[in-house]
């Protein structure tokens, strides 16, 4: 339900207006204010949404498209606001519109992600024929994520802000689109503004302030399903997951239960509480109504994993992973699953898709893909394979080494988590074991030497570990260079004695 002026509105939305017949501009209109815009540079800039990075650029910044927006505004645009939308609009001369955007969409900038828009009312105008892209097209949540709104160049939709909307995927092609929020001058959105306050102060760290905010909203219009969700997800990082299921849940009342975000952050609270197989549920709820979302497809992939559906976890990080290619968590649980199977080819591929992600999946791919590494070496070197087992350990050493000083770097300055503790505490004892397999492989290739050398460099690097002393003594012996292996000996004793 919309902020303010709910009654006006009523629920369920039934007031989206779409122009049919003639197109209130025509495509030859259109196409000239694509030039226009493309020569002030509206196809070279990007900015980030949501989820997602779109093209395009604000008519603040594109004077002439905005030239002949603003004119499109007083001649056809307003009029028909106040044509369509009698029950608040008492003149045109009230109208006013604010951000104001022409957003560029191709398979590189493919969609925006379900959102409401910060206005009492909104519009979108198709600036491009259909017959330029492949896919797209707006839906609105409550209606499905099936049921597309067809609109091919020049026609425009008119709505409520407060709809919750999304575009679906552009494959191929360029489609343009103009995307507008108005406001009017006479009717003060008392509150929209606490609740945009309130989530200012939520970003800032003051969650009192935001859930007064939220609390004073919710006084004037008890149906604001934004101040329910907002101070749900409030509640959810304070671990009150008793209330903030109850708000939630209050929230999803009002919408009927159409709204992926809450039934995400629902099942986010259900999993906290070991409510598993509600959470699972919930998900796949949301999924339906929203099956473009990354994170919700990877959460429903771990729960399935946690109830032992490997087959159906898998699937969703597939489905994580073709929506954001880069959603490198959803990687590494897909090499780890491999791993398990003892599919080490494949999960290797998942592994180095990870490194190519953002550095904190990066260092996790390199760890899980030394540990993989030194296992396929174990395997190779069984099977007498003693060069291909050589080449893997020496490149699981490196991943190692490579990874060190990046989540060092991290643990200083502070922006680490837990995993990045655990993985700071793995590298040591996976690092000798490294360097234990590579001298044992250096070893049954009959390079003493190099055996040597590389257990004389694990003593000079981790002295403080007693095996390494004893793999060097063997070494040593072996050659017949006994006082030396003597000395290793009393070291490893030194120190096993004193632990």
Sequence with gaps: PPEDFSEEFQFPLDLIKVTQGEPLFSAKESAEVIKRAEAEGVDKNEYTSGKYK??????????????????????????????????????????RAHSVSLLKYNSTHPRTDVHIDNGILAMTLAMSPQSDYVGGGTFYEHMGVDHVLPMDVGHGTFRPGSVRHGGHR?????????????????????????????????????????????????????????????????????????????KIRDALE???????????????????QGKDEESIAVYKKSIELNGEDAELCYNLGIKLGEQGDTKGELAMYKKTVSIDPNFGGAYINMGSILADKGDLESAEVMFLKAIECSEEVRTKGMF?????????ANNLATSGNLEEAK?????????????????????????????DAMYASQWKPMRVQCHRVLGQVLAGMGDMLSCEAEFRTASEDFPEIPGVWAALSRVLELQGKLDEAQVCKAKFAELQNSM
């Design 368 to 376: 899980n893909l030394s540990l993989l590494l030194q296992q396929k």
């Design 254 to 272: 009002l919408l009927e239960g159409q709204d992926s975000d809450a039934l995400f952050t629902l099942g986010l609270i259900l999993s906290e």
């Design 54 to 95: 779109l093209g395009g650029d604000w008519l603040v910044n594109l004077p002439e498209t905005r030239e002949w927006f603003n004119r499109a505004l007083e001649h056809k645009l307003f009029p028909i606001l106040h044509h369509l939308f009698p029950e608040i609009i008492q003149s045109i001369s009230v109208l």
């Design 391 to 419: 080449a893997a350990i020496i490149e699981a050493s490196k991943l190692l080494d490579d990874a060190k000083p990046l989540i060092d770097a991290r643990i200083a300055l502070g922006g680490s988590n837990s995993e």
């Design 170 to 246: 552009v494959t191929a092609g360029e489609r343009y689109i103009l995307g507008a929020f108005l406001l009017l001058e006479d009717h003060v959105e008392h509150v929209r503004r606490l609740k945009n306050r309130g989530a200012e102060l939520r970003t800032s760290g003051d969650l009192v302030g935001a859930i007064n905010h939220f609390e004073w909203a919710l006084a004037l219009n008890p149906r604001c399903t934004t101040c329910l969700k907002d101070w749900a997800e409030i509640l959810l990082s304070q671990k009150n997951f008793v209330e903030a299921e109850t």
